[in-house]
C-alpha cells in the first residue's frame, strides 16, 4: 500500500472502534447488586459549585474501586462546569465501567462528541425534545454504538417510553423549577412500566432508573421494591470530602439495610 490507502486503511479501524458496542449500562445495571450510577457533578445551576476542584482523573476511578455499577459524567460546561475531556481524563485514568454522557442532548453533533469521548450511554431528555427529534437521535445513538436513557419527570412524557429506549429514567427534579420530590419515580413506576411491557421494541421489560435527589439508602431499598434497578446519585456524594468513600458508606448501609430488612 501506499501511504494514502494506509492511511485510510488506519481511518477505517478508527471508524470502527468508534461505532463499536460500548460497556453497556443496562448489562451493568441488570448484574449489579447495588445499580448505584455514581455521578461526577461539580456544579449545579440552582447551588453553584459543589465541588470545583473535583478531578475527573480521580473521583470517577474511585468510584469505580469503591462499589460503582457505572458513572454518569456532566459535560455541559456552562451550567454544570463540565466538560467531555472528563470522560476522555476517567478513561485515561483506568475507568472501565459504562459511562452515561450526561448532557442536555438536541443535536446529533453531541452524539459523535459521546462516542468520541469513551462515553457508553447517552441521556436523552423528553422535555427537551420532540417525540420525532427523540427517535432520530436515539436510533442515530444505537447507529454509533450508544445505549439511550430516556428521562421523563410528567406523567404526559411517558408516551415517548414507546420508542423503545435501552433504560428508562424518571427524573426526581423538576428541571423547571430545580424542586426535587422522590415520590415522584414511585408515582410514575407502575404507569411506565405498563406503557414499556406494552411496546414492540427490543426490550420489552424497562430497566427503569430513579434519578436524583437520592440521599437514604431506605430510599434505594423502597425504589428497588418498586422495581427499578438503577439509582443515578451525585450530589450526596460529591459535596464530601472524599466522594468514593461516601459512596462506599453507602453502599455498605443499603447493604445493611436490605439484610436487616430481609
Known sequence: ?????????????????????????????????????????????????????????????????????????????HYFGGSDDFIRLARKSGVTLPILYKNFVIDEAQLYAAALCGASAVLLIAACLTKAQCKLLMDKAHALGLEVLLEMHAEHELEYADLGPD????????????????????????????ICGCTTAAYSTPVLVSESGISDPATVHALRSAGFRGFLIGENFMKTPDPGQALREFISATDNRTNTTV
Not at 8 to 31: D, F, N, T
Not at 170 to 182: E, K
Request: proline residues 3%; contains cysteine; aromatic residues 4%.
Open 1 to 77: 500500500m501506499d501511504i494514502l490507502q494506509e492511511i485510510v486503511s488506519h481511518k477505517h479501524e478508527e471508524i470502527e472502534r468508534l461505532c463499536a458496542k460500548k460497556p453497556s449500562l443496562r448489562e451493568a445495571l441488570l448484574q449489579s447488586e447495588t445499580g448505584i450510577i455514581a455521578e461526577f457533578k461539580r456544579r449545579s445551576p440552582s447551588k453553584g459549585w459543589i465541588k470545583e476542584e473535583g478531578r475527573a482523573d480521580v473521583i470517577p476511578l474511585a468510584y469505580q474501586q469503591n462499589g460503582a455499577a457505572a458513572l454518569s459524567i456532566l459535560t455541559d460546561e
Open 167 to 194: 433504560l428508562c429514567g424518571i427524573n426526581n427534579r423538576n428541571l423547571g423549577s430545580f424542586v426535587t420530590d422522590v415520590e415522584n419515580s414511585f408515582r410514575l413506576a407502575e404507569r411506565l412500566r405498563s
